[in-house]
């Protein structure tokens, strides 16, 4: 990978959260991961044994990565700088990346679980 300047004049960003990154510049490898368990309830109940990663599958079961079949050759020429005005963010979270610059490998991972408790409603 060819280096090149990355040039900003401006960034606002209000929230920048949860294993989240901004990166300004060239970078060989970016690799985030996040893990979440979100519970809505109509009643605030919190039970001590929730929250356990281990006892759901979707946690640990593996992610197949696609491979590419053949590789392609080409040849770049980066003769200018990536340049940037303004960037105006409200938020980034949960292993996001804002990157300005190139990079090689990028590896991003998020598993939520979702539980959603509801009252039983009286049937009319």
């Known amino acids: 990978m060819n280096n090149r300047y990355s ?3 401006s960034i606002k960003l209000r929230t ?29 109940i919190f039970f001590t044994s929730e929250g356990d990663f281990n006892q759901y599958p979707i946690y640990s079961e593996p992610i197949p990565v696609p491979r590419s079949a053949s590789t392609v050759q080409f040849l770049k020429m980066d003769e200018r700088p990536i340049v940037v ?23 991003m991972e998020s598993r939520v679980k979702n539980v959603r408790q509801l009252k039983p409603r009286n049937e009319e």
């Open 85 to 107: 005005n303004n960037i105006d963010i409200i938020g980034s979270s949960f292993s996001s990346v804002i990157h300005i610059g190139q990079t090689c490998d990028v590896y």
């Open 7 to 9: 040039i900003v004049n």
């Open 16 to 44: 920048l959260s949860f294993s989240s990154v901004l990166e300004i510049g060239d970078s060989t490898e970016i690799t985030s991961f996040q893990k979440a368990f979100a519970v809505q309830r109509e009643k605030e």
